[in-house]
């Protein structure tokens, strides 16, 4: 009995050293601060699209959003995703019921650019009003 239970312990010391040993790495989402927001028209070649929403199609509008990405931390930021809200000039939504806007691949460390593609349905009038712009990526690559 006292032999088993030394057993018992021992491979249980055993796992608990090898566990702490051989834990991967944590991947925590990393706040990354978006700001000097703007926008333009798309290029000819990027600008044909449609806004799609239950089966029906409508015209759209191609803009790409750009900004500064300021990554604060000392470690390359993955697969980022930008939320923001974007309004018309009737400050009415562009994107109804949806915050998540893109991604951005990478970013390193410090001040850097980013670009995002949007399709705008094109009876909303511009000027585009870019709202709460902020991003949220990992400090390791996620596995596709």
């Not at 021992?10 to 925590?28: E, N, Q, R």
């Not at 028209?41 to 806004?51: K, S």
């Not at 009876?123 to 712009?133: V, Y």
């Amino acid at each position: 009995m006292r032999l088993r239970s030394l057993t018992v312990i021992f491979v249980s010391c055993v796992i608990g050293v090898l566990s702490w040993v051989f834990t991967p790495p944590a991947v925590a989402l990393t706040q990354i601060k978006l700001s000097r927001l703007s926008y333009h028209e798309c290029p000819p070649e990027l600008a044909q699209g449609a806004v799609t929403s239950g089966g029906t199609t409508m015209a759209a509008h191609c803009f790409i959003v750009t900004g500064i990405a300021d990554n604060a931390t000392n470690k390359t930021v993955y697969d980022a995703d930008i939320f923001g809200r974007i309004y018309d000039a009737n400050n009415d939504s562009v994107m109804q019921n949806r915050t998540r806007l893109g991604s951005i691949e990478k970013i390193p460390p410090g001040i850097s650019d980013f670009e995002l593609r949007i399709s705008v349905p094109a009876n909303q009038p511009t000027p585009l009003k870019l709202k709460q712009f902020k991003a949220a990526g990992f400090s390791a690559q996620v596995r596709r």
